[in-house]
């Protein structure tokens, strides 16, 4: 059995996501001025995210990258994550944000939370574009949220169907077929 995409619908156009991520900036410029702040990029999804928001950061931010991947073959949300690119900067006494383009179940985002959390910085907080607030299985809340989605596979502005659509400056509801073969 096979997913085919037949159609995408616009969700969220390059203009309504450009105007909620400079939101999301002035909050986070508000509650990091003065602070020695990390922004911490989670790829592959959230490069376009991470790119836009922090162009517009004032707080004259440390960036690092890092990139997760899970044992066994399965997806991330299988709970069994590791880094396959771990962060480069030290994050001791530093406050430290985590910016996502999605948080799903929560599974990637709570074992983000532990690790980076382990490492001594002096405040953990999360971004993410997309919050799924009804598929969340684990606790915990997304401090700066751009927009709550509760249904739908979503595509476009750094996310990927097997790898396609991350490029799309807009946020698209992915229409699926199931078909046989390949
Ligand atoms: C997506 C997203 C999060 C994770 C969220 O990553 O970027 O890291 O899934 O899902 P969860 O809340 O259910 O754990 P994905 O595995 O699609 O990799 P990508 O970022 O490379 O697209």
Do not use: Q
């Not at 073959?73 to 590791?82: A, D, E, I, P, T």
């Not at 249904?151 to 229409?175: K, N, Q, S, T």
């Amino acid at each position: 059995m096979t997913l085919r995409i037949n159609n995408l619908r616009e969700l969220f156009s390059a203009k309504e996501i450009e105007t909620r991520v400079c939101e999301l900036a002035a909050r986070i410029n508000d509650d990091y001025r003065g602070k020695n702040m990390v922004a911490l990029c989670v790829l592959n999804g959230a490069f376009m995210f991470f790119a836009d928001l922090v162009r517009r950061f004032d707080m004259g931010p440390e960036l690092d990258f890092l990139r997760l991947s899970s044992y066994g073959g399965n997806s991330l949300s299988s709970g069994r994550v590791l880094f396959s690119k771990d962060t480069e900067l030290s994050l001791e006494g530093k406050h430290v944000l985590i910016v996502e383009d999605i948080v799903d179940t929560g599974v990637t985002m709570n074992f983000l939370l532990r690790e980076i959390g382990s490492r001594n910085v002096k405040s953990l907080r999360i971004a993410a574009l997309i919050d799924k607030v009804e598929r969340r299985t684990e606790k915990l809340t997304v401090d700066y949220a751009g927009f709550t989605v509760n249904w739908g596979f979503i595509v476009g502005y750094g996310l990927d169907y097997a790898g396609r659509f991350r490029e799309l400056p807009g946020i698209h509801v992915a229409e699926l077929d199931v078909g046989s073969g390949s």
